[in-house]
DNA sequence: TGAAGGTGTCCCGCCAAACGGAACGATGTT
DNA sequence: AACATCGTTCCGTTTGGCGGGACACCTTCA
């Protein structure tokens, strides 16, 4: 059960179906009839004429092999009106274009896909030397501020298949990345100095949505112009434009 | 009014409130609530009742400055798990693949946003000489096969902000391009030689979700390999890869 | 083999709650 | 000032959503 006193505003059915579809962005791997009826607190047959209703409209769909249902691809259709809405171009760019131009250095917009990490924003520092950002490139959780602030706000089966990865280098030290992650939630921001790239140091803060951790927000370009008072000023702006996003996001 | 005869399966509120989201689908910049009555064929008061689950879960927000409803921030969470699910990797990227090796030129999927279009799915070719594809790069849509497959399926607005758009070249032919347009339509593919790149060539071919169309999928490669007989080769596959994935996007 | 527990699906009687007409205040337009 | 159109709220009617229960189908134990 997710919200046992409920909003009590609007249409109950339509509350429900919301709910239902929510319960998708924590899940990976696609969900159960019976496991959703659990996790919102429903009969089974509740449940299944809602799904019936998403399901008819494309939103949900079931997975071929199992009989687990997982998000339909109208969400696709849905996705360019948000990802390239007027807010994403007009609100949070400009906040990085900021945040770029207080830094003189790449600023990038990166959100977990399961055990990696996806770039889906970047404005580039005007630097000859500079860290280059690809937009749609994805990188390894376990390295890089950015990864790493993903990390701390994943889940724990996440975190798990991550620890686990084989490609790992044998010298990496889970304990001290676990540590790492602790002082992420307490502190607010991740700092990485020659991790993912040699010669390459990065800051990063999270950035919430409406319900739950959304994106991480990174300034990196190359380890000799982090100094530590740089360093220590650069903290300050990406925490603040991190935060200005998140009040942007929750409107 | 979108759907005359009612499916009449499943929960009426529900269907009502997913209607309500894909009008969104449609129109790129927001729609205030009595469009969207008019749209689905609502009494504005039903409207503005499943509106206001929406709003209340984030699904759907009101552009500050004006009243029109524009999609919410949750959609954004449910992104990633549609966006990069295992079916687009397990489903789509083969198609691919298997088209990029029936070629052995590199593969492009494409969709439009706003006047642009942007990369999100890329295969390369293996040869030596090939188009080097960016995942997340944007292109003007009045030039190259995919952009002008894009531009036949958009609506009339984003064509004629297209053909308004002052970075035209001043020879470049709008009657002309119409008359392509109709052409995609009518044959289902679009040929590009030497238009967005000098000595590029490229085939495309449109994709359809459930409700509408999606995206472009694309073959290019050095003009040079693009022989009239490897042309008319090529059109039969890519249309075939692309009304496979048609057919996987609709389950 | 059969009992036990887990699925997903379907049916149906009851009554809560969604529907839409109507009215309201606020804006903007002729 | 009259008019049109907007978003919002209220309320009586009755419709359609609710969930208990039944069912068939699995796998897993005894």
């Known amino acids: 059960m997710i919200n046992p006193d409920a909003p009590q505003t609007g249409v109950r059915a339509v509350d429900r179906a919301l709910d ?6 924590r899940s990976e791997t ?13 009969h089974k047959s509740t449940v299944h ?11 949900v769909r079931k997975q071929p092999g199992t009989d687990k249902y997982v998000l339909g691809w109208t969400i696709l259709e849905l996705i360019h009106n ?21 830094t003189s250095e790449t600023v990038s917009l990166y959100i977990r896909s399961g055990t990696e990490r996806i770039r889906i924003q970047a404005v580039e520092s005007m630097e000859p030397v500079r860290n280059v ?9 376990y390295v890089g501020a950015s990864g790493k602030v993903l990390l701390a706000y994943a889940d724990a089966e996440t975190l798990e298949q991550v620890l686990a990865d ?9 304990e001290d990345l676990l540590t790492q992650l602790e002082n992420i939630r307490k502190d ?15 800051l990063a803060a999270p950035i919430f949505g409406r319900h739950r951790f959304v994106a991480a927000l990174s300034v990196s370009g190359p380890v000799t112009r982090f100094t530590q008072s740089k360093m220590s000023e650069y903290i300050e702006v990406v925490r603040e434009s991190a935060a200005l996003i998140t009040k942007l996001l929750s409107h």
């Open 133 to 141: 950002a690809t937009i749609g490139k994805t990188y390894p959780l």
């Open 20 to 25: 239902i579809l929510l319960c998708f962005s």
């Open 49 to 59: 004429r809602l799904l019936t209703s998403m399901l008819s409209k494309g939103f």
């Open 30 to 42: 696609g969900l159960s009839l019976s496991e959703i009826a659990r996790e919102v607190g429903l």
């Open 166 to 174: 084989p490609s790992i280098p044998a010298d990496f030290s889970r």
């Open 188 to 202: 607010g921001y991740a700092i990485s100095v020659q991790e993912r790239d040699s010669g390459a140091a990065a």
């Open 82 to 102: 948000v990802y390239h809405s007027d807010e994403l171009t007009t609100a949070v760019l400009p906040v990085m274009t900021r945040l770029r131009d207080a």
